[in-house]
């Protein structure tokens, strides 16, 4: 019902930056908290960020904090994450997902609707 598109991935030196987007279409989850998520090959699915619908309450894995951050724009439906300081280990493919829920949450069953997903690749 919700389809998400993400886009912004690519290849990158470690150090470099890159801002991911996510736009929605369909079915509105404007009012649901969105998060990002990423796996790596032969990894299981990691949590990235969280944003609750006003922008006012985010979460980020320990592993990004500090380097990443989420956003949004509900006029345009769109999900942003902004990622600095990236390192080989941020490789992988970083998918865009709506939860059904209105606070932030951290767990990937609290989220219904996913992207398709967008390779990131970051270089040494």
């Known amino acids: 019902q919700v389809q998400l598109v993400e886009s912004g991935g690519g290849l990158v030196q470690a150090g470099g930056s890159l801002r991911l987007s996510c736009a929605a279409s369909g079915r509105t989850f404007s009012s649901y908290a969105m998060g990002w998520f990423r796996r790596a090959p032969g990894k299981a699915r990691e949590f990235v960020a969280a944003i609750n619908w006003s922008g006012g309450s985010t979460d980020y894995a320990d592993s990004v904090k500090g380097r990443f951050t989420i956003s949004r724009d509900n006029a345009k439906i769109t999900v942003y994450l902004e990622m600095n300081n990236l390192k080989p280990e941020d490789t992988a493919v970083y998918y865009c997902?709506?939860?059904?829920?209105?606070?932030?949450?951290?767990?990937?069953?609290?989220?219904?609707?996913w992207g398709q997903g967008t390779q990131v690749t970051v270089s040494s």
């Open positions: 997902a709506a939860s059904r829920r209105v606070v932030v949450t951290s767990t990937s069953g609290d989220f219904r609707s």
